[in-house]
């Protein structure tokens, strides 16, 4: 069974700084995808970054890149200059199968606080 | 336009009472979602369907029935309200092939009281 674990209920950091939320996976399939997505306090969710699980490069949208380690199984998102905007719950999630159908499990969520 | 659609966003009802969500995406895609976000902020998936077929159903109480008229459109409805239905509901849509990644609609506010 695919599980997706997310260990930081809550993390903050001081505007400007770089804050790294972690994720690790755990799935016995060879193919598989790695997302993030934010949920600002208005409830909607964005996708940031995606990570194949193939890709030996890791991910990278603007400020965001995902610290993808697969012998590790662990797929950290990386927030660089953080913004107060940035204040929201995140949320990694990996695609897995079933019954040949992909679906999405997403892991606990992570609330980043950035502090002016 | 937006991309993926769901009414209402609030919703407040009674136990025992019956309610539809409703939600439309315009992005062509052949697959979409429902998840279910409770007062934790978990995201569960409960069902898709894919080109109209329900592909996954997770263990849902029967009293939840998704219905996909069409590729565009997947509703859910709940019948015989409890407590424990109280969360946020989102519909979703994906395409196949490609990273797979969900479009979210704005979610529906579901209150049973």
């Known amino acids: 069974a695919q599980k997706i674990t997310q260990t930081q209920p809550g993390m903050f950091v001081q505007e400007k700084e770089a804050v790294t939320l972690d994720c690790t996976y755990d799935t016995s399939d060879q193919s598989y995808g790695l997302f993030w997505y934010k949920q600002p306090s208005s409830g909607e969710m964005i996708f940031l970054i995606y990570?194949?699980?193939?890709?030996?490069q890791n991910a990278t949208e603007g400020r965001y890149s995902l610290n993808f380690q697969k012998a590790r199984k662990s797929a950290n998102l990386v927030i660089s200059a953080s913004q107060l905007g940035d204040s929201a719950m995140y949320f990694c999630a990996m695609r897995g199968v079933s019954g040949g159908y992909n679906k999405l499990i997403f892991g606990a969520g992570t609330r980043l606080a950035v502090h002016p | 336009d937006t991309a993926v659609s769901q009414t209402p966003k609030y919703l407040v009802t009674q136990m025992g009472n019956d309610k539809s969500i409703k939600c439309e995406q315009n992005l062509g895609h052949d697959t979409m979602y429902w998840y279910k976000q409770d007062s934790k902020k978990f995201l569960k998936i409960m069902f898709s369907y894919n080109n109209k077929e329900l592909i996954i159903n997770e263990t849902v109480p029967n009293r939840f029935s998704p219905k996909s008229p069409d590729k565009a459109h997947l509703n859910l409805h709940i019948n015989s309200l409890e407590l424990g239905d109280s969360a946020v509901y989102f519909c979703?849509?994906?395409?196949?092939?490609?990273?797979?990644?969900?479009?979210f609609g704005e979610g529906s506010r579901l209150t049973v009281l």
């Open positions: 990570q194949g699980s193939y890709d030996e």
């Open positions: 979703a849509s994906s395409q196949e092939g490609g990273p797979g990644e969900l479009f």
